[in-house]
């Protein structure tokens, strides 16, 4: 309790001196400018920040950024557009939905909310994504690879970011309706002004939902009602920032009874409610060569499952965070990004106990983190970044993460890139302490996961055309199962494997605009083995997409098309459990929308058009062709 408590008073007077020190305008000399770290002019540059800590102009890693003013709030259509991202949906909306990219774990993926993170401390399988509503979100970015150096742990596999900062005014009332009974309210109110924005959303979407098992004929309806405020203040020297954020959902689930272990038709409803605040200080001293930002971020999650209307399980988590990170430019080609962090978590699971065992209990953590990058322009076109980052776990061994960056203007329309780094997961509490009364206990003895990622990729511009073509490799060691048998125990429980993960893959994509439209087209090749050699499940070998805009007279058209290889799952029937292949499928989309008088929009548009009768998680049936049809008011 001492050392916890020493260690962030330490990191509190660090952080407070930071601060001070940025203040003073007499703590550095004047900087001549630095061509790194400009102000980008435009927004789409300006949000491509998700490869370092801070805003940089030119960052040495590409960073795939989505407009989402476009797309379902609800849903996952914005993400299956992404290269190497699989997609696993069980069942209709509000079913646990992951994503598993370049052919790691779904938990291996870090997902963020204005720099915030928002997993779930309470579950082990990633973030779930059916819990998520994109209403008042303006776009998000995707970094792929190891960063745990730069975000610690969970960016194994990757960084998604979204953001709620507007970049233009906004005061809209949507209506939608369709398919399954499904209805959608959403209200967003947005102001930019110089020196201060705002941003309000407030949605609710409901729907009757499908049949998610192979038989029977209930259907899993999904209910979600989220809301959030995002302001700030932007001065010459200072800056203030602040995000809530409130979500609710509740979704039917079918258990998954003996012997098959597939869904079946039955009464169960699982509960979440999360809450989420950031508050933030930006300070600058008067010539600009030193930049203070602290952050203090809270999240909260509660869940809880009921089985024909009792309520038999709920489990809770909080997450406290306090990040400085300060940006020293002592140069006009290099910059320092000096990072402090202390995280504290805590989890609590109530259930019956019973013959099995007890689940009630209490668990917590902390984790004071340091780290470095250094930023530089090393000749003209030739930039490079080095990183490192120390963790002190309260609970695990320290770890140290480490990444190398760099790009390089070859031509004038080619440019090239490469990155090395290692990446951190912590267990889970639910895979060191979790406890399912006869079937799941926990591992208190779990090591953390630990992966090298090695990736290069080209940019070059063919006339109107941008094409970026990326090769990848991934190895991890002591990964995680969470669904080993443990004969003694009489149950499911979680241990680290013997032995290497591999993965390895390329990716290739091509856009180009033209003054009605935009197309965009891509695809993936992905090899991902356990340690045993075996393929990993819900990993297709190849995917591709297709997504359109094109400005028809005063209607803009917009159709996507996904496609999927098959991929393996695993069937519990028997034990050992027996490999399955899930087939293959493609999703077709589209939507239309028309300006109408008076600031209203009438939208339609459709979702598996072709029918597609397909599984992403055994047993677990995905919902056929949807129509829906919207009004948007402008106020």
């Known amino acids: 309790m001492t050392l916890k408590f020493q260690s962030s008073a330490r990191f509190l007077a660090l952080a407070l001196c930071s601060l001070l020190y940025a203040a003073d305008p007499q703590s550095a000399e004047a900087s001549t400018g630095s061509p790194i770290d400009e102000e980008p002019q435009d927004d789409v540059e300006y949000l491509r920040v998700t490869a370092h800590r801070l805003p940089t102009k030119k960052p040495t890693l590409p960073v795939i950024v989505r407009d989402l003013d476009d797309r379902p709030d609800v849903g996952t259509s914005a993400l299956r557009d992404l290269p190497s991202f699989a997609v696993s949906q069980a069942g209709s909306l509000g079913s646990l939905t992951q994503a598993r990219v370049r052919g790691a774990e779904a938990n ?89 924005y705002y941003n309000l959303s407030v949605s609710d979407f409901s729907t009757d939902g499908t049949n998610i098992a192979r038989s029977g004929s209930e259907d899993d309806g999904y209910d979600n009602h989220s809301w959030f405020a995002s302001a700030g203040l932007d001065r010459e020297r200072w800056g203030l920032r602040a995000l809530v954020r409130r979500a609710r959902t509740e979704s039917d689930f079918d258990p998954t009874p003996f012997p098959a272990f597939l869904p079946a038709d039955g009464d169960r409803q699982n509960r979440h409610d999360e809450r989420l605040a950031l508050l933030g200080l930006d300070v600058a001293n008067a010539n600009g060569t030193v930049e203070e930002h602290l952050t203090l971020s809270y999240f909260k999650s509660h869940n809880s499952t009921e089985a024909d209307g009792v309520r038999n399980a709920s489990s809770d988590g909080k997450r406290w965070k306090l990040q400085s990170v300060t940006r020293w430019r002592p140069g006009s080609r290099y910059h320092f990004d000096l990072l402090l962090e202390h995280e504290k978590e805590e989890f609590k699971q109530r259930g019956e106990a019973s013959f099995f065992g007890d689940p009630n209990q209490r668990q917590d953590f902390a984790t004071t983190s340091a780290g470095i990058e250094w930023l530089a322009e090393v000749a003209e076109g030739w930039q490079l970044a080095v990183s490192a980052r120390h963790d002190v776990n309260s609970e695990f061994e320290n770890s140290d993460s480490v990444r190398v960056s760099t790009r390089y203007q070859l031509l004038e329309a080619t440019s090239v890139w490469a990155a090395w780094g290692t990446g951190i997961k912590q267990p889970s509490f639910i895979e060191r302490y979790g406890f399912t009364p006869d079937s799941f206990i926990g591992n208190p003895d779990l090591d953390s996961e630990q992966s090298t990622h090695f990736s290069l990729g080209i940019e070059q511009a063919l006339g109107a055309w941008q094409v970026d073509v990326t090769a990848f490799r991934d190895r991890l060691t002591d990964e995680i199962d969470g669904f080993y048998f443990d004969p003694t125990a009489g149950g499911f429980t979680a241990v680290n494997q013997r032995g290497t993960s591999r993965r390895y893959g390329m990716e290739l994509s091509a856009s180009r605009a033209w003054t009605s439209g935009a197309l965009r087209v891509g695809g993936s090749y992905l090899h991902a083995e356990d340690p045993d050699g075996s393929r990993e499940i819900r990993r297709p070998e190849w995917l591709a997409f297709a997504r359109v805009n094109q400005q028809w007279g005063r209607a803009m058209l917009t159709l996507e098309l996904f496609s999927s290889d098959d991929q393996d799952d695993l069937a519990f029937a028997t034990f050992p459990a027996r490999r399955v292949t899930l087939d293959r499928y493609t999703l077709l989309n589209a939507q239309v929308r028309v300006p109408l008088p008076k600031g209203m929009q009438l939208g339609l548009r459709g979702a598996n058009l072709l029918d597609e009768s397909y599984e992403e998680q055994l047993g677990y049936e995905a919902p056929g062709r949807a129509v829906y049809l919207s009004l948007g008011i402008d106020l």
Not at 128 to 140: I, K
Not at 171 to 190: C, I, M, N, P
């Open 108 to 196: 291996h993926l870090l997902v963020l909310l204005d720099g915030v993170e928002i997993m779930d401390p309470t579950t082990d399988s990633g973030f779930n994504f059916a819990n998520l509503n994109m209403a008042g979100m303006n776009s998000l970015e995707y970094l792929p690879g190891a960063h745990s150096a730069i975000w610690g742990s969970d960016a194994v596999a990757g960084v998604l970011q979204f953001r709620t900062r507007p970049v233009s005014d906004v005061r809209r009332l949507e209506l939608e309706g369709g398919s399954f009974d499904s209805r959608y309210v959403k209200a967003q109110l947005a102001t930019v002004e110089e020196g201060y």
